[in-house]
């Protein structure tokens, strides 16, 4: 099986390069989580991932958007909006248009974390190539508030308002626009010196709010309810604030906005690679993880 890795992997560039993308973090934005993320693999998780994405997991990340046509049922699962009251109930929110339970980014998140765990039971058929591909992409999308907006407005997309002038609506801002604004304004528009400038972040002010982060102790089998939850709350703090209808917004809620945009990347980030150290690693693994733990500690991580 190991040969076909290679194919899949040009299969999934192909895809990627061909289809347009839809809503979601952006490509970018889905493309920094998982960078953010592999910095923080173990050595066992970076070797389980190279080899199931057959190459770097990164640009493979927003491949779940490019799929949304052929994989119908697929669709409800980038997002778990809620009735508009600010919160995340998993028994009331998470379920697609049918009623259908489960159907939700966290659901998703708790399904794909199950098929990986698994992938070592001889009667595990499923496609962990794409198991690895959904989840990594759905702990993105779950961490962007409007992915937990309100149903009543899709998560803002019937939000229409003016973005520096040009006609868009709310989600597309929080998909995409806070992210191109701030790669061209502060970052030389190189997605990877925005992405060492969130690291540093993390790193510095951030640092102590890391652990917690990652504190995932939970009844529930991930804690996805609780990103959610953090998204659902972010939403009506200030996605929605200020931005009604018809809204002209630029300067004061770029800059305002884009602290939480950061944020939630670095958080995203982080998490997924809490999450996949936790599947992948063996005991080796668990020294690696003390290690890195030492290392963030320390205040300089080195891959
Ligand atoms: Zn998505």
């Given at each position: ?215 995932c102790s939970t009844k529930n089998f991930?804690c996805?309810s ?78």
């Amino acid at each position: 099986m190991a040969w076909l890795l290679p194919l899949i992997h040009i299969f999934l560039y192909y895809l990627i390069a061909r289809a347009p993308v839809s809503s979601g973090w952006g490509i970018e934005g889905h493309v920094m989580v998982c960078k953010i993320a592999q910095e923080h693999f173990t050595n066992s998780t970076m070797n389980a991932v190279l080899e199931l994405a057959g190459g770097e997991l990164a640009p493979l990340c927003p491949w779940a958007d490019d799929v949304r046509k052929q994989y119908r049922w697929s669709r409800t699962l980038h997002f778990a909006d809620s009735a508009g009251d600010c919160t995340f109930q998993y028994s009331r929110d998470c379920h697609n248009t049918k009623g259908e339970i489960n159907m939700c980014a966290v659901g998703a998140i708790n399904n794909y974390t199950r098929q990986l765990q698994k992938r070592k039971d001889s009667s595990n058929n499923y496609n962990l190539t794409e198991s690895l591909l959904f989840l990594s992409h759905f702990v993105g999308d779950i961490h962007q508030p409007l992915h937990a907006g309100s149903e009543l407005d899709l998560g803002g997309n019937t939000i229409k308002v003016e973005w520096y002038g040009k006609n868009t609506n709310l989600h597309k801002v929080w998909d995409e626009d806070i992210v191109e604004k701030a790669k061209q304004k502060f970052y030389d528009d190189d997605i990877d010196t925005m992405v060492e400038s969130i690291q540093i972040n993390s790193r510095d002010i951030w640092s102590d709010e890391i652990d917690q982060w990652m504190n995932c102790s939970t009844k529930n089998f991930t804690c996805g309810s609780i990103y959610a939850s953090e998204s659902a709350r972010l939403a009506c703090d200030y996605a929605y604030k200020d931005a009604k209808q018809g809204s002209d917004l630029g300067d004061e809620y770029f800059i305002s906005r884009l602290p939480v945009v950061e944020k939630r990347i670095a958080q995203g980030g982080i998490r997924l690679a809490e999450i996949l150290n936790k599947i992948f690693d063996d005991d080796t693994g668990q020294k690696d993880q003390k290690l890195l733990k030492e290392r963030r500690i320390g205040g300089v991580y080195q891959a």
